[in-house]
């Protein structure tokens, strides 16, 4: 193996302690010495596996959502016409993002180290092409940063007239502002505008399907008849079928650059958590994307708006931007529906500003992962406690601020020099891609590896090899046919040719110089290195997933607990009610110094309603009435003698105030009436303190047996717990 652990300067230790993971083992160092990733943890910190499969997974769907589906689809569809924009769209999304996004899936989920593809292609290929596509793809996701800005700016401008650098100031602070957070936070933004996006798409499709069937203000069920109005193939260039086919091609470099995704999964493989289940997840559901927002974005913007619509070509000519000149709204307004631009034009501003957002992690992180493997200086991979590459995000946001050039006629002329420099560096990269995971099949099988296991995803059997291979052929022709349209009569020029042309030669520049520089040496199937830094993200998955048997076990264990006190509480309120019961039926108190544990016995012994028990005395006691006849009946209860007392109370008032009322005066009474008189307000007394303290004792009874509730159930939590 090319790549070994060197023992004398690098110890390795794996603790696992109610669920956490402590491992200073990240990257190893290359025997050939021409490549080596370095992770100094004490030193400048490291990102953090805060990422789930609900952030993954809305995030690669919601970066195939931006604005070229709401608003760039104008030019090719005035271009090249219904049919071949579809065509062109389907084609490139179904036969080389999916297989693409599910190999970098299978790659990722079985080494998701951090850096992936852009460390793949130093270790598996040659550190000189691991350079190249690192510096490259860095280079290309700065400057779409600036293409997002520009086009945030461009879209805001549809509801004022304020200088677009206002708009370029809120889109560069905002995004620096939640990148600076930690990895998590970040998730939870692209989560929620990801959200937001697909919502409109699916609400736009639905509109679109509604009304093609007649249900709008026009009641014109227009069907497929805006496919057929401005040309289902539209020649582009030269006339006759050669025009036709270079309409299509068109579209099919359109969609190139509009479609991406893949490069976005592999960078975030290195901060999601339990990598080796979510990111094999996210990869699987590619296919929504694809069929759903790519195939069915497309089919319903071509039903809703043709090909040659005047108010398209208009919006075109005059240089419009955002909602006033998207197909989407052009169309909604043609068929009577009025208001919804506003709509329409805010989630484009959103779908513009979550790209932006996710150029700029995939930036920062690419300059993190050149930090490592020290293309770079170090500090660009310092992090902060939360796992933000902060030096790495600021660099990021400082190129962003090429961004304000466009407030000048002649700089923007520079700036577009540049972002066109950049669109084909996304296509070099996938092709490195594309070495790379052909590469990891043959080491896969050179190799003794665990990779035929279960547990690691692989691409289905008729996607590999042919449909992979058709990927990536298909991906170099559009590569290097890119500017094709700049090689027919009065097209060409130096710019056009150097903007179409610059990237591959300037990747290819930039291999060269680092192989003669660090003298690298090509890898063979049997040298590429799949197994460095394996372990220990085995050790980090082994422990998230006994962290999670715990939680679970912890959550099911006090789950039955709690039901077990529901249990026992309810038992002990039904022997509550049996004492009350049956101290009301035998009108006797126990007394209240006696020890609980007597009282819950005579709760205990005392039948529940309902139960056998009690039936069985019931009959006990019916059956000896008769023989054991008044000594047999139970004792007045409390609320019988408080009763009683009362009626007492009220009927020796009664006589008192009778007799009083039945004499002349008080001072005329006999002697015998008066010590009447008196007799009776004392048993009047005596009877009002014998109510009074019936009622209390009953209070404290009660109070007592509410207590005892509170202390058994306690001891009975803290005995089965």
Not at 87 to 108: D, N, Q, R
Not at 360 to 388: D, N, Q, V
Not at 567 to 577: G, H, K, M, W, Y
Not at 620 to 634: C, L, M, T
């Amino acid at each position: 193996m090319i790549f070994t652990e060197k023992k004398s300067s690098m110890k390795s230790s794996v603790s696992v302690e109610a669920g956490s993971v402590s491992s200073d083992r990240h990257y190893l160092v290359s025997d050939a010495k021409d490549f080596g990733a370095h992770l100094d943890v004490e030193k400048f910190g490291s990102t953090k596996r805060k990422l789930t499969n609900r952030h993954v997974s809305l995030m690669i769907i919601g970066q195939s959502i931006g604005t070229g589906l709401f608003v760039g689809i104008k030019t090719p569809l005035m271009n090249s016409g219904s049919l071949s924009l579809f065509l062109g769209f389907f084609l490139w999304a179904a036969s080389m993002i999916w297989p693409l996004m599910l190999a970098t899936g299978e790659m990722c989920s079985y080494l998701p180290v951090r850096g992936t593809f852009l460390h793949f292609a130093a270790r598996w290929l040659d550190p000189a092409l691991g350079f190249a596509v690192t510096m490259m793809y860095l280079y290309t996701t700065l400057m779409f940063i600036c293409v997002e800005a520009v086009a945030f700016a461009s879209v805001a401008g549809y509801w004022t007239d304020l200088s677009p650098a206002v708009f370029v100031t809120i889109f560069l602070a905002s995004v620096l502002f939640f990148n600076v957070f930690g990895v998590n936070w970040y998730g939870e933004i692209e989560f929620c505008s990801s959200i937001l996006k697909v919502l409109l798409i699916v609400g736009l499709m639905f509109f679109g399907l509604i009304t093609m069937c007649g249900g709008n203000p026009k009641g014109d069920a227009y069907g497929f008849r805006n496919w057929k109005e401005g040309g289902l193939v539209k020649p582009y260039l030269v006339e006759g079928n050669t025009g036709k086919f270079l309409g299509f091609w068109n579209v099919l470099i359109f969609a190139a650059f509009s479609c991406g995704g893949p490069d976005m999964l592999g960078m975030v493989s290195g901060e999601i958590s339990q990598p080796r289940k979510n990111i094999a997840t996210a990869a699987k559901r590619t296919y929504i994307r694809i069929f759903l927002f790519y195939v069915g974005g497309i089919f319903f913007v071509n039903s809703l708006c043709a090909s040659n619509n005047p108010d398209l070509l208009a919006a075109s000519a005059s240089g419009k931007g955002g909602a006033a000149a998207s197909p989407w709204v052009i169309g909604i307004k043609s068929v009577g529906v009025n208001g919804l631009d506003s709509v329409v034009n805010a989630v484009v501003l959103t779908s513009a500003w979550s790209c932006g957002n996710g150029f700029t992690y995939g930036a920062a992180r690419s300059a993190y992962s050149a930090a490592l493997a020290g293309y770079i200086p170090k500090s660009f991979s310092y992090c902060l406690k939360s796992g933000c590459p902060i030096v790495a995000v600021v660099f990021a946001m400082s190129i962003g601020c090429l961004s304000y050039m466009t407030t000048s006629k002649a700089s923007a002329v520079v700036l577009n020099w540049f972002i066109n420099l950049a669109t084909t560096g996304l296509l070099c990269t996938y092709a490195v891609m594309w070495m790379c995971y052909f590469k990891f099949k043959k080491a896969t099988r050179a190799q003794p590896c665990d990779h035929e296991d279960p547990k690691f995803y692989k691409l289905s059997g008729f996607l590999y090899p042919w449909v992979t291979y058709w990927a990536a052929f298909l991906n170099a022709l559009v590569l290097f046919f890119n500017g094709f349209w700049i090689f027919f009569p009065g097209q060409f020029s130096v710019a056009n040719l150097f903007t179409s042309y610059f990237a591959p030669v300037f990747f290819m520049c930039l291999f060269g110089f680092w192989k003669i520089w660090k003298k690298t040496h090509w890898r063979s199937a049997e040298e590429a290195d799949i197994t460095s830094d394996k372990a220990d993200i085995d050790d980090e998955e082994e422990a998230e997933a006994l962290r999670k048997r715990k939680a679970n076990s912890t959550f099911s264990a006090m789950s039955d607990r709690l039901t077990q006190l529901q249990i026992c509480l309810d038992q002990l309120v039904a022997q509550f009610n049996a004492t009350i019961n049956y101290v009301n039926t035998q009108g006797e108190l126990a007394p209240l110094d006696e020890d609980k544990t007597s009282v819950i016995n005579m709760a205990a012994n005392a039948p529940l309603p309902g139960t056998k028990k009690e039936n069985a005395e019931q009959q006990s006691q019916g059956g000896n009435s008769e023989a054991s006849g008044a000594s047999s009946r139970p004792k007045p209860s409390f609320d019988s003698v408080i009763n009683e007392l009362s009626t007492d109370i009220i009927l020796k008032s009664r006589q008192i105030s009778m007799i009083i009322d039945s004499l002349p005066g008080i001072g005329t009474l006999p002697e015998t009436q008066l010590k009447m008189i008196g007799d009776l307000i004392e048993e009047l007394d005596e009877v009002e303190k014998q109510r009074e303290a019936k009622i209390k004792e009953k209070d404290e009874l009660l109070k007592w047996c509410e207590d005892l509730i509170v202390d058994v159930s306690h001891g009975i939590f803290k005995t089965r717990t």
